[in-house]
């Protein structure tokens, strides 16, 4: 048994649902080094090298940031990996976070629509909100809004819905939940909604980043806690899994 192997949640003939840790990455690319996700996939299982689309991303049908942790399902064989990938193609897969983030949120709930763009730098993405007011919007652009934000219209429809648990002194703990599964979405989302995720170094204010290097968290507070999904056999799989003792342990401080 391999000790580095994630966490199983489940399984199955047709799919493993995992607890990913944070500093792992899904799969290779860009600056990563080392083991992978997908690494760890093909040694314990070596036929899910010929699951899916992407060799390079054996049976991943979808992914989660190296410094998130939390629930992730990878399809066994093609038949649930082109079930799973409709899946999330037709939004019916319930994906749900537990996130940190910095400053208080006064809205007990609410939902972010900033569609989202690949930044100019190329490793970061860009949420656009529609004007300088327009914070916490209901609502996909309409074409009236073509004036307010050049570029708006190159980005893609993203949407992030959030409710918010315990609020600190200078900080708020958010159940959310994403309809659209688009990079970095909840990460991007909350730094243009003016309340970056604590321990994000990628997404950060001036005042942020200060924190996050004397909070030395070492990742970022954001954690995929629930999942839920139809089996081939059409059965609801619902997993839930509690905050990583880590990230429990750093609440009480605040």
């Known amino acids: 048994m391999d000790n580095n192997f994630p966490e199983i949640i489940f399984e199955d003939a047709d799919c493993l ?9 899904v799969h290779g690319g860009g600056n990563i080094v080392g083991k992978t996700l997908a690494d760890l996939l093909i040694e314990r299982y070596p036929n899910i090298a010929q699951v899916g689309d992407d060799p390079t991303r054996p049976g991943i049908v979808h992914r989660l940031d190296k410094d998130v942790s939390g629930l992730m399902v990878i399809a066994k064989n093609n038949q649930s990996f082109e079930n799973l990938k409709e899946q999330f193609k037709t939004r019916e897969i ?12 006064e809205n007990d709930d609410g939902e972010i629509c900033f569609p ?3 930044a100019k730098d190329g490793y970061r993405m860009a949420a656009m909100p529609l ?23 190159q980005a893609k429809e ?3 819905s959030f409710k918010v648990i ?3 002194i200078n900080y708020t703990y958010l159940e959310v939940k994403i309809k659209t599964g688009r990079t970095h979405q909840i990460r991007v989302h909350f730094f243009a ?3 970056p995720l604590v321990g994000d170094t990628l997404y950060f204010t001036k005042k942020t980043k200060s924190k996050n290097d004397k909070i030395n968290l070492g990742r970022v507070f954001l954690m995929a806690s629930r999942l839920s999904f139809s089996s081939l056999a059409g059965e609801k ?3 839930t899994i509690k905050l990583d003792t880590n990230l429990e342990a750093f609440l009480p401080k605040f």
Do not use: C, E, M
């Open 17 to 25: 649902v995992i607890n990913k840790p944070a500093g792992l990455a």
């Open 94 to 105: 319930n994906k749900q976070y537990l996130a940190l983030v910095y400053g208080k949120i």
């Open 116 to 118: 989202i763009k690949r």
């Open 131 to 153: 004007n300088a007011t327009d914070l916490l919007v209901r609502r996909t652009p309409k074409s009236r809004d073509k004036g307010n934000i050049a570029g708006v219209f």
């Open 158 to 160: 993203a949407i992030t």
């Open 166 to 168: 315990k609020r600190f």
């Open 193 to 195: 909604y003016g309340h």
């Open 237 to 239: 799989q619902d997993f």
